[in-house]
Nanobody, 123 residues
Framework: VQLQASGGGLVQAGGSLRLSCAASGRTFRNYSMGWFRRAPGKEREFVATINWSGRYYADSVKGRFTISRDNAKNTVTLQMINLQPEDTAVYYC???????????????????WGQGTQVTVSS
């Protein structure tokens, strides 16, 4: 599986961005897809995930970020609103083709990673 993330950029606090991740693979609809981020000097952290079991968000983004997917286009999207400076990070999409029956939020459970896209939020 190959993943290609796009949509990052520079935005002022309170602004919005939409990240997209295009995936290869003929059974995309069965994949768990997630977004993670790594801020400067910090560990990688979970942001959001979606699979057949549902959607799950980190507390820090709940109510501001929405993850969705288009199985016909093999894409997953992260809509981000009310962005804050603490959201500044490199955002990575990730994929697990394994048949999980629950949402998965641990990076160790994802097998494939995109190259990352930079999101910078100015105050």
């Amino acid at each position: 599986v190959q993943l290609q993330a796009s949509g990052g950029g520079l935005v002022q606090a309170g602004g919005s961005l939409r990240l997209s991740c295009a995936a290869s693979g003929r059974t995309f609809r069965n994949y768990s897809m997630g977004w993670f981020r790594r801020a400067p000097g910090k560990e990688r952290e979970f942001v959001a995930t979606i699979n057949w079991s549902g959607r799950y968000y980190a507390d820090s983004v709940k109510g501001r970020f929405t993850i969705s997917r288009d199985n016909a286009k093999n894409t997953v999207t992260l809509q981000m609103i009310n962005l804050q400076p603490e959201d500044t990070a490199v955002y990575y999409c990730a994929c697990s083709p394994r048949p999980f029956t629950r949402v998965i939020s641990s990076a160790a459970e994802y097998d494939y990673w995109g190259q990352g896209t930079q999101v910078t939020v100015s105050s």
